[in-house]
C-alpha cells in the first residue's frame, strides 16, 4: 500500500513555471513506476509523463514535450513535475499516480494508486 499526496500547484501567467511534487509514503517510492496525468473541467483524465522505478526511463505526452520533465528523488520518496513555458491549456487537475509495472505506463488503468491531486491554473 502506499499514499500519495501532490503539492505545489498554483496560479500562474502564461510562459511561466511550476514544480509539482508527488510524496509517497508507506511503500517506498522507488519501487513503483509513478506517472503523472490530468483532468480539465469537461474533459477526460489525459496522461502527462510517467517515469519508470529506476528513473532510467521516462515517457511524455506529445503536448508537453519539451517543456515538461519528470524526475525522482528516492531517497526522499518524491517524484517531481517541472512544468515550464505553461500554457493556459495546460489549465487542469493534476494527479500523481503509482503503478506497479516497472517501465512508464500512459494507461490510468495501469495505475493502482492515486493522489488527491492539485490545481494547476494557467491565466493568459
Known amino acids: 500500500q502506499v499514499q500519495l499526496e501532490e503539492s505545489g500547484g498554483g496560479l500562474v501567467q502564461a510562459g511561466g513555471s511550476l514544480r509539482l511534487s508527488c510524496a509517497a509514503s508507506?511503500?517506498?517510492?522507488?519501487?513503483?513506476?509513478t506517472g503523472w496525468f490530468r483532468q480539465a473541467p469537461g474533459k477526460e483524465r489525459e496522461f502527462v509523463a510517467a517515469?519508470?522505478?529506476?528513473?532510467?526511463?521516462?515517457s511524455y505526452a506529445d503536448s508537453v514535450k519539451g517543456r515538461f520533465t519528470i524526475s525522482r528523488d528516492n531517497a526522499k520518496n518524491t517524484v517531481y513535475l517541472q512544468m515550464n513555458s505553461l500554457k493556459p491549456e495546460d489549465t487542469a487537475v493534476y494527479y500523481c499516480?503509482?503503478?506497479?509495472?516497472?517501465?512508464?505506463?500512459?494507461?490510468?488503468?495501469?495505475?493502482?494508486?492515486w493522489g488527491q491531486g492539485t490545481q494547476v491554473t494557467v491565466s493568459s
Open positions: 499516480a503509482a503503478s506497479l509495472l516497472r517501465t512508464p505506463q500512459n494507461i490510468d488503468a495501469k495505475y493502482a494508486y
Open positions: 508507506g511503500r517506498t517510492v522507488g519501487s513503483y513506476t
Open positions: 517515469i519508470s522505478w529506476s528513473g532510467s526511463y521516462t
